[in-house]
């Protein structure tokens, strides 16, 4: 039996490219959503759909105590239909839930079903002002106001849960800003983008690589973050596409 993968916020932007390259890796995947509506298109992608609210925290543990998965991928986000700025502000009061009670939910779960393995999504573009490019140990920007300020919280308060899980090896993937399909940019946008398929490859990437866990900036080369740690340790590199998905078909890739 191939090993077992609960991906959480499997029919989001990251998770649908996801799930086919886990399922093409050889896992059986289970893929989360708290709609019941978008269960056949888990389907459609190899999926094994299980409808579940991330912040009913008693029916999440049910399912993955049921599932025990030996990993969970954590790719849950809430955010408006082509970020629309008039959303943007209850938007990330909703994502920055999402990344502390809902993380805390799902680590709980994973620790219970005796889970051995968390990757949890972040984003790279929270780091404190300081010297360029950015990498893993500086600091991020506590001291931000605002929306800003709301964001960064979330993303500490997701880090710290998904860090701090006894028994669980725990890797973040520090993610720039999504283009490419089933996101909301054609082309490369913002201080640190990456196409949405080389992020999905982080993913996997991790759970064969980062046998320590840890923090991984995974965005393109440019001045202001540095992923050269997640090229090092993980083999990752921001052209990964599907291209390389084919090549692991035939059972050439590494």
Same mark, same amino acid.
């Given at each position: 039996m191939s090993e077992k993968i609960f991906v959480a916020g499997a029919a989001g932007a990251i998770g649908s490219m996801l799930v086919p390259l886990l399922i093409d890796t050889g896992y059986t995947v289970y893929g989360s959503t708290r709609r019941a509506e978008r269960a056949h298109a888990l389907e459609a992608r190899g999926a094994l759909p299980v409808v579940v609210d991330v912040f009913d925290a008693e029916a999440l543990r049910v399912a993955l105590k049921r599932i025990a998965p030996t990993a969970v991928?954590? =790719?849950?986000? %809430? !955010?408006?239909? %082509? /970020?629309?700025?008039?959303?943007?502000? %209850?938007a990330?009061?909703? @994502?920055?839930?999402?990344?502390? +009670?809902?993380?805390? @939910? !799902?680590v709980a779960a994973a620790l219970a079903a005796g889970s051995r393995r968390l990757v949890a999504q972040s984003i790279a573009w929270m780091y404190a002002p300081g010297p360029l490019p950015h990498v893993e140990e500086h600091p991020l920007d506590l001291e931000a106001e605002g929306l800003r300020r709301v964001s960064v919280?979330? *993303?500490?308060?997701? +880090?710290?849960?998904?860090?701090?899980?006894?028994?669980?090896?725990?890797? *973040? /993937?520090?993610?720039? =800003?999504?283009?490419?399909?089933?996101?909301? @940019?054609?082309?490369?946008?913002?201080?640190?983008? *990456?196409? *949405? +398929?080389?992020?999905?490859?982080?993913?996997?990437?991790? /759970?064969?690589?980062?046998?320590g866990g840890g923090i991984f900036n995974i965005a393109e080369d440019g001045p202001d973050v540095s992923s050269e740690k997640a090229k090092r340790e993980l083999g990752w590199h921001a052209s990964l596409r599907l291209r390389q998905r084919e090549r692991q078909r035939q059972g050439v890739a590494s």
């Open positions: 991928i954590h =790719q849950l986000t %809430d !955010l408006p239909p %082509d /970020l629309d700025p008039k959303l943007m502000a %209850d990330a009061h909703r @994502n920055a839930r999402v990344r502390t +009670e809902g993380t805390r @939910n !799902l919280d979330g *993303v500490a308060a997701l +880090e710290r849960s998904v860090l701090a899980a006894a028994g669980l090896t725990a890797t *973040v /993937l520090r993610h720039g =800003q999504f283009y490419g399909p089933g996101t909301w @940019n054609a082309g490369p946008k913002g201080t640190c983008p *990456v196409h *949405v +398929e080389a992020a999905a490859w982080a993913a996997v990437l991790a /759970l064969r690589h980062a046998e």
